[in-house]
C-alpha cells in the first residue's frame, strides 16, 4: 500500500509563497503518476500539476507561471513551490499518486489532471491566502 503524507501547508498574504512537501512511502511501484490537487472553498476538486511516469509535467492553466511542481531523485518526495499566492488559492492541498493499473495503463496518461485516475492520496494539507 502507498502512504501520502503532506506538510508545508499554512497562512499567507497575497504575493507570498509556500513550498508544499508530500512524503510517499509503502510498496510504491517505480513507475506512478503524482499529482497536487486541491480542494477549493466551494467544494471543486481541481488537479493543478502532475509529473508522468516519464517526467512529463503537466499545470493547470490557472497555476501556470507560478506554480512549481518537483520530485526528489527517487521519487519518494514530492514538491509544489507557489509563488505570486492569490486569494482565490486558498484551498487544501492535497498529493495523490496513480499506480499502474491492471490493464497496463495509466489513467493519467491522457488526463493528468483528472482525479479519477489517481488511486492513493493523502489527507491534505490547509493554505489560507489574505490580503
Known amino acids: 500500500e502507498v502512504q501520502l503524507v503532506e506538510s508545508g501547508g499554512g497562512s499567507v498574504q497575497t504575493g507570498g509563497s509556500l513550498r508544499l512537501s508530500c512524503v510517499i512511502s509503502?510498496?510504491?511501484?517505480?513507475?506512478?503518476?503524482v499529482a497536487w490537487f486541491r480542494r477549493l472553498p466551494t467544494g471543486n476538486l481541481e488537479g493543478i500539476a502532475s509529473i508522468s511516469n516519464t517526467g512529463a509535467i503537466t499545470y493547470a492553466d490557472a497555476v501556470k507561471g507560478r506554480f512549481t511542481i518537483s520530485k526528489n531523485n527517487d521519487g519518494k518526495l514530492l514538491y509544489l513551490q507557489m509563488s505570486n499566492l492569490r486569494l482565490e488559492d486558498t484551498a487544501t492541498y492535497r498529493c495523490?499518486?496513480?499506480?499502474?493499473?491492471?490493464?497496463?495503463?495509466?489513467?493519467?496518461?491522457?488526463?493528468?489532471?483528472?482525479?479519477?485516475?489517481?488511486?492513493?492520496w493523502g489527507k491534505g494539507v490547509p493554505v489560507t491566502v489574505s490580503s
Open positions: 509503502g510498496n510504491t511501484p517505480p513507475y506512478i503518476f
Open positions: 495523490a499518486v496513480e499506480t499502474l493499473g491492471a490493464a497496463g495503463t495509466f489513467y493519467s496518461a491522457l488526463h493528468p489532471l483528472e482525479s479519477s485516475g489517481y488511486n492513493h
